[in-house]
């Protein structure tokens, strides 16, 4: 049983750091380019909707119109810190915080899960509105705090990229003029 929770975090582990990490790293153009990819991602990632992607893809489409770019593919790679298994939970997390940012009582989890298990139909309408105003504004704080967080962490390692393989071409350079 133990062998089979490691794997799974192993396989979870690699397959992570192949859709978000990998990119970053064949990623050629400048760090900003990179980060702002990172942050946008990020900040759709967080928003309390479906079809986050869809969402990457219009900023990026508007966003060239007026001569601002960032990484598509990057940007579409981290929606994905929300998915079928952390959307529930993330949105839980979303009403307590905007509940406690709009002074309202908090109910329970189990209160919350309730109304998601008498249909996905009635769910969702249960969910917009009683808990849409606490959701909304819970939600704005994670997606400012963990987009400008992604923006900071992931230019720091497009920086940190880039000087490697400039010393690593540097050094190739070297060698090559020794022969």
Request: with cysteine; net charge positive; aromatic share 22%.
């Given at each position: 049983?133990?062998?089979?929770?490691?794997n799974?975090?192993?396989n979870?582990?690699r397959?992570?750091?192949?859709?978000?990490?990998?990119p970053?790293k064949?990623?050629r153009?400048?760090?900003?380019y990179?980060?702002?990819?990172?942050a946008?991602?990020?900040?759709c990632?967080?928003t309390?909707?479906?079809?986050?992607?869809n969402?990457?893809?219009i900023?990026?489409?508007?966003?060239?119109?007026?001569?601002?770019?960032?990484s598509?593919?990057?940007?579409?790679?981290?929606?994905?810190?929300?998915?079928?298994?952390t959307?529930?939970p993330?949105?839980?997390?979303?009403?307590?915080?905007?509940?406690?940012?709009?002074?309202q009582?908090?109910?329970g989890?189990d209160?919350?899960?309730?109304?998601?298990?008498?249909g996905?139909i009635?769910?969702?309408?249960?969910?917009?509105?009683?808990?849409?105003?606490?959701?909304?504004?819970?939600?704005?704080?994670?997606?400012?705090?963990?987009?400008?967080?992604?923006?900071?962490?992931?230019?720091k390692?497009?920086?940190?990229?880039?000087?490697?393989?400039a010393?690593?071409?540097?050094?190739?350079?070297n060698?090559?003029?020794?022969?």
């Amino acid at each position: 049983m133990m062998n089979k929770i490691k794997n799974y975090f192993r396989n979870l582990y690699r397959y992570c750091y192949m859709k978000l990490i990998i990119p970053m790293k064949r990623e050629r153009h400048n760090p900003q380019y990179i980060a702002w990819g990172t942050a946008v991602g990020l900040f759709c990632g967080f928003t309390p909707i479906v079809w986050q992607m869809n969402v990457v893809f219009i900023i990026w489409f508007i966003a060239r119109l007026f001569k601002f770019h960032f990484s598509l593919p990057i940007g579409l790679a981290w929606t994905w810190i929300s998915n079928s298994f952390t959307n529930l939970p993330l949105f839980y997390l979303y009403y307590i915080t905007g509940s406690i940012m709009l002074g309202q009582e908090i109910g329970g989890y189990d209160e919350f899960m309730g109304f998601f298990q008498n249909g996905i139909i009635e769910g969702i309408k249960q969910t917009f509105i009683f808990w849409g105003k606490p959701i909304l504004f819970g939600s704005f704080v994670y997606m400012i705090l963990f987009s400008v967080a992604g923006y900071f962490i992931s230019y720091k390692y497009a920086c940190r990229l880039r000087d490697k393989y400039a010393a690593k071409r540097l050094n190739n350079k070297n060698l090559e003029g020794a022969y």
